[in-house]
């Protein structure tokens, strides 16, 4: 009886990473972006897709001391909104053939740019995201950013 209540316990210890597997809610968590100067959380909307917003800044105020805003917006009524919080990716479905979070849209606001994107992992180190961003629909027309998990 010991010995199956021990097999049972550690049934429930596993984690998809220490079994590799991999499921749509494993992009969920917090990330440093590739620079390391921002966290984004990365979460399951309200309509089951995948959405992440910003969560930490490194430098969260403007020379001036106020709280940095989405100044590049294209949408001018935008431009004040606080980028603390500002959700910068969107609608992404989990494709379970072929592994990657697709049809969603990732924003730059550093440059006020928004992409086209997928998501996914390289092989089974579900530490490392990477982020592909392209435009006109086409995906070889872009690049490709690496997050790492915030732990």
């Known amino acids: 009886m010991k010995s199956f209540s021990l097999i049972i316990a550690l049934l429930f210890s596993l984690t998809p990473k ?5 499921n749509a809610d494993t992009i969920a968590g917090t990330w440093w972006n590739a ?4 966290r984004i959380r990365i979460f399951k909307a309200i309509n089951n897709r ?3 917003k910003i969560e930490w ?6 020379a001036k001391g106020n709280p940095k805003t989405d100044n590049n917006n294209p949408n001018e ?5 606080p980028r603390m919080g500002l959700v910068i990716m969107k609608n992404f479905d989990y494709n379970s053939t ?3 979070w697709e049809n969603g849209t990732i924003y ?5 740019k928004t992409y086209d994107g997928y998501i996914y992992f390289e092989g089974n180190n579900f530490d490392k995201l990477k982020l592909r961003g392209y435009v006109l629909g086409m995906s070889w027309l872009g690049r490709t950013s690496e997050w790492q998990r915030f732990e």
Do not use: F, V, W
Request: net charge positive.
């Open 77 to 81: 009524k935008l431009r004040s909104t």
């Open 50 to 52: 995948y959405s992440g």
């Open 57 to 62: 800044m490194k430098e969260p105020n403007d």
């Open 35 to 38: 620079e390391k100067d921002a």
């Open 108 to 112: 730059d606001p550093k440059n006020g």
């Open 98 to 100: 072929s592994k990657k």
């Open 18 to 22: 220490t079994i590799n597997l991999i």
